[in-house]
């Protein structure tokens, strides 16, 4: 195979052991060329130019919704798959409204992994093994089909702390500045977007901002 069909893969992880150990892992493959990553340097991306991209979802001070949001942004040919030890289903939910294509578990089997790779690359969307089965994963394959279809919102009756949620999300903040700016953790910041999307009937946050900014187009 030559080396101008391999897959690029940057494999984004602060744990420098973790990253160099599966970017070695990686390169041993015909079909792949790994580069490790200790963080997403936009320059470096640009000029490696990934296929795909391995984020960790623990990246430290760096809250990785928001780096999967600017790779997006500046990588729009990259293929993003989220890297985590325990999905939890709103936060699969951020990540494929942003644009990822697909996660993987760090406890899955190297051969899991390099599967993961190969289908995002090709195009497939691909949710935790684990999710397969439920209703939840249901509707992430349904978002990541239709994300950017616009849905019908009804007034319904919202907390005042929601209100401030919505118009925040609106504004763009991640649930981690929403909780600094509003003095909360950030699990009840989650515990409010849930409780939003849920009352609207929304599934993106997008959505939240779009509902956001209803009045001001009014």
């Known amino acids: 195979m030559s080396a101008d069909s391999r897959i690029t893969v940057a494999v984004i992880d602060d744990n420098r ?3 160099e150990a599966l970017a070695a892992m990686l390169n041993k493959l015909v079909d792949m060329r790994a580069i490790a990553c200790m963080d997403a340097d936009a320059d470096f991306l640009a000029h490696a130019k990934p296929h795909v991209v391995l984020l960790d979802v623990g990246l430290g001070d760096q809250e990785a919704l928001g780096v999967a949001t600017t790779l997006r942004a500046e990588l729009p040919d990259a293929k993003i798959i989220v890297m985590d030890l325990i999905p939890v289903n709103e936060e699969v939910m951020e990540f494929v409204n942003v644009g990822v294509s697909g996660f993987v578990v760090k406890d899955a089997s190297f ?4 599967g993961t790779i190969r289908s995002v690359a ?21 978002a990541m089909a239709r994300r950017d279809e616009a849905a019908v919102i009804e007034d319904v009756r919202m907390t005042p702390r929601e209100l ?11 649930n981690k500045e929403i909780a600094i700016r509003l003095g909360i ?9 849930r409780n939003v999307m849920e009352k609207l009937e929304l599934h993106t946050r997008l959505q939240i901002a779009a509902y956001s900014r209803r009045d001001d187009s009014d």
């Open 111 to 114: 051969d899991e992994f390099v």
């Open 17 to 19: 052991l973790v990253r």
């Open 185 to 193: 953790a950030t699990h009840t910041v989650k515990s409010h977007v």
């Open 164 to 174: 401030q949620v919505i118009e925040l999300i609106g504004e763009g903040l991640s």
């Open 122 to 142: 090709e195009g497939a969307k691909v949710l935790p093994a684990r999710l397969t089965e439920s209703l939840f994963a249901q509707i992430a394959k349904e």
